[in-house]
């Protein structure tokens, strides 16, 4: 007897684990924003903290659009501080290609954003 209560148990475990998954699953929040410009020499990024400070890291790895024979190079884990309610400017030299870019912004506080650039 106890062994069909022990199955019981564990077939209404396995069902319930991805009711649970499902339930704490909401809409994220994005801690920071990204805006991009660019000129001849190269293209800002600027982040601003809507939630987001501390140690950040700024990665971008082209997506799709390049014009050019070779994919722009990506950038991993350029680190930079983010005050709060602040905004911070990475520069980075180079040409627009029309690239879009796969891009993420990690801060120790607000957590992870992840962000579709075009430039």
Not at 51 to 77: I, M, N, R
Not at 95 to 100: K, L, M, N, R, S
Request: charged share 10%; glycine share 10%.
């Amino acid at each position: 007897m106890s062994t069909i209560i022990k199955a019981i148990g564990t077939a209404a475990a396995t069902l319930a684990a991805p009711a649970i998954l499902v339930a704490g699953a909401g809409s994220a929040q994005a801690a920071s924003t990204l805006d991009t410009t660019s000129d001849a020499a190269g293209v800002t990024v600027e982040v601003t903290s809507t939630g987001s400070q501390g140690l950040c890291f700024y990665s971008a790895e082209p997506w799709f659009g390049w014009k050019t024979v070779v994919p722009p190079l990506p950038v991993y884990k350029v680190p930079f501080v983010l005050q709060a309610n602040q905004s911070h400017n990475l520069w980075f030299p180079g040409i627009q290609t029309g690239t879009t870019w796969k891009a993420k912004v990690e801060c120790t506080i607000g957590g992870v954003d992840f962000f579709n650039p075009t430039y």
